[in-house]
């Protein structure tokens, strides 16, 4: 599979073997020296509070995935910044967010927790395996999210369009190809699927939420993994009406090729 430049050091990311897919131009992968267009001033820079009782379980599902580490790690080798941005695991209740006042990206415990029990109470039967596995893909998938917000705050990329629906396909490009079932952003995809209130229940206000609906950023990333490689991800086809199905490849070739070409100039040798 192709991959972005920012992804040629996928192997640093101890996520499960990250990588691109091949749903966008052929052209070779970006091998520009960030050095000739884009000094390299920071990091993300990773720190960790010890868990409080309540999230000892948490903290150990980040400790042994290291999928928090992994993605920093592996951003900081692929990509320039211009300065250094915080990556805070807290005890507080707060986030994921990131701050661009204070360049801090947050992620409490209480959410991986969250995650984990959005999937426990989707399917009680579960095993340990398969629950840790789903939740530590969803945590990738939501720090690549924030890590998006910090890469257009701090390289001050346009973006057309809502921000949170384009850091959204950042992430989703970044993870289609993860795994042969795509299990981080399908994985994702589900999670947000469940959080999906009932529309009866929806109020005038939910509409003005800078976020899609839980359920339209499911169905978002379900297409464009499906327009990443129709074969691989052919079984998504009965669930993707035919009028949105046949416009998945042009979707992912789309946001694949956008953030492909705002990330070039940046992209570490």
């Not at 599902?61 to 999928?67: P, S």
């Given at each position: ?233 052919a079984a998504l086809a009965e669930y993707i009406p035919e009028d949105r199905r046949v416009r998945c490849a ?20």
């Amino acid at each position: 599979m192709r991959a972005l430049g920012l992804l040629a050091t996928c192997g640093a990311l101890l996520v499960a073997g990250c990588g691109g897919g091949d749903g966008g131009s052929k052209k070779k992968p970006a091998t520009t020296a960030a050095s000739e267009t884009a000094p390299d001033r920071g990091d993300f820079k990773l720190t960790s509070q010890p868990p409080s009782a309540d999230n000892k379980d948490a903290a150990a599902l980040l400790d042994a995935t290291e999928v928090v580490k992994g993605l920093v790690d592996g951003m900081n080798s692929a990509v320039a910044l211009p300065h250094n941005v915080a990556v805070r695991i807290q005890n507080a209740d707060e986030g994921p967010y990131y701050d661009p006042s204070t360049r801090t990206l947050v992620v409490g415990y209480p959410f991986v927790n969250l995650v984990a029990q959005t999937f426990n109470d989707a399917d009680p039967k579960i095993t340990d395996e398969d629950l840790a596995s789903k939740t530590s893909n969803v945590i990738a998938f939501v720090l690549l999210h924030e890590m998006g917000h910090a890469l257009v705050d701090q390289l001050e990329l346009p973006i057309t369009g809502r921000e949170e629906d384009s850091v959204d396909n950042l992430a989703t490009v970044m993870t289609a190809g993860v795994l042969e079932e795509g299990g981080i952003a399908l994985d994702s995809a589900e999670f947000f699927s469940y959080l999906q209130q009932d529309p009866r229940t929806l109020k005038a206000s939910d509409f003005w939420d800078e976020h899609s609906l839980d359920a339209q950023r499911a169905n978002t990333m379900a297409c464009l993994v499906f327009g990443s490689d129709e074969k691989q991800f052919a079984a998504l086809a009965e669930y993707i009406p035919e009028d949105r199905r046949v416009r998945c490849a042009d979707e992912w070739k789309q946001a694949f090729d956008s953030w492909d070409q705002l990330l070039t100039p940046y992209i570490k040798d």
